[in-house]
């Protein structure tokens, strides 16, 4: 198990350290941007009590401008941040030059046009590249397969080094013996501050290594997430809504397509017992005939951003699905809360900031790792030949 962990933790260990740094900084991507990119991001009202556009105005902008399709799209913009609108060509068309526009909420002036997370784009796109690195190496779907595997191996490594914390020593007195293993020594060599580092900070973020570890594996590695989840009873939270049987005529216009989805979850609202707090966002699937509504309600819990969504067939407004965040199942629940906790979208300011110390301690603890096998291993190669 030794070995395993040794050999494990070197071949993941490059991967766990570019993760970790860029965890690290990406919960705070608003800052990066208003500190790299202010004159696109920051946005401020032209005079005293302007509204903001609706998110169906920055729609219908981004389209004319572009001739392209908007599939998704924030209702309420954000009054302080430049809103970003992503577009894709119209079916059967050419790839558009650009994918990502930024608008201004209170004028609809575009005040950037880029590729995702192109840094060539400009320094908008330094946020969204560091997020690209962290997700997939900025590798595409080769780089998400590279970190799945890579953060099941870490799991796997994280289990065998708590294991090998356990005492050796078949005595009674087990826990005090093991509870040497939580702590940092103060004096002693630089390599036993260094082994006691390592060993001690992986026990203390045993927890949030599983919650990060597994929820990776969940992002990017389907292939084992999913049997895992059948196995433990989920129904699955992001299964393709299926309108198997559209109904005749043409897909309602976005206005009326808000109207008809307000209205299917206020009717879920008052059939399950809870409370809508506002429109978050519409989702345009004309492949599917569906259109999906989303809305902030008391069944998202303590998160950013609302995730309750009502779809319905894209002519009548008939309605197909209703999905809450968590699904319908305990298994489906704890798969989302995982993923919530990657992301930081749970608990506000203060957890981000766990996020960020979780993000640069790992990289840390990861560094000490190797350090310690490049010294283990210089002691024990031998001398070379032909000195003097």
Known sequence: MLIAHRWFGL????????????????????????????????????????????GLELKRIVEEETGGAVSFIQLVPDADHASSVFVSAQTGEPPLPFQQYFLDPYTGDIRARVKFAELSDGPINIAPFLVSVHYSLAAGQTGRLILGVVALAWLLLSIAGLVLTFSRRRSPSFWRHWGRAWRLRRRGAHKVRLC???????????PLTFVFTWSAVAFNLDAVHEPVQRMLGAQGLYEPVDNPAPDAGQAMPPER???????????????????????????????????????????????????????????????????????????DA?????????TGEMFGEGYKLVISLFGLIVAATALAGVFLWLRNSRRSAPSPMGED
């Open 11 to 54: 071949i993941v260990a490059l991967a766990v350290v570019i993760t970790g740094l860029t965890g690290a900084v990406i919960p705070y991507q608003d800052h990066i941007r208003s500190l790299v990119a202010g004159e696109v991001w920051d946005v401020s009202p032209p005079v005293p009590g302007a509204p903001v556009l609706s």
């Open 334 to 342: 704890f798969d989302k809360s995982l993923r919530l906790l990657h």
């Open 196 to 206: 006691d580092f390592h060993r001690a900070t992986g026990l203390w973020l045993a």
């Open 257 to 331: 397509a808000e109207e008809v989805g307000a209205r299917l979850m206020q009717a879920q609202a008052d059939q399950r017992g809870f409370t809508v707090r506002g429109p978050e966002a519409l989702s345009f699937r004309p492949y599917a005939n569906v259109i999906g509504y989303y809305a902030r309600t008391s069944l998202d819990g303590p998160t950013e951003t609302g995730s309750t969504a009502v779809w319905f067939d894209q002519a009548s407004g008939r309605l197909i699905e209703f999905r809450q965040q968590f699904g319908e199942t305990s298994a």
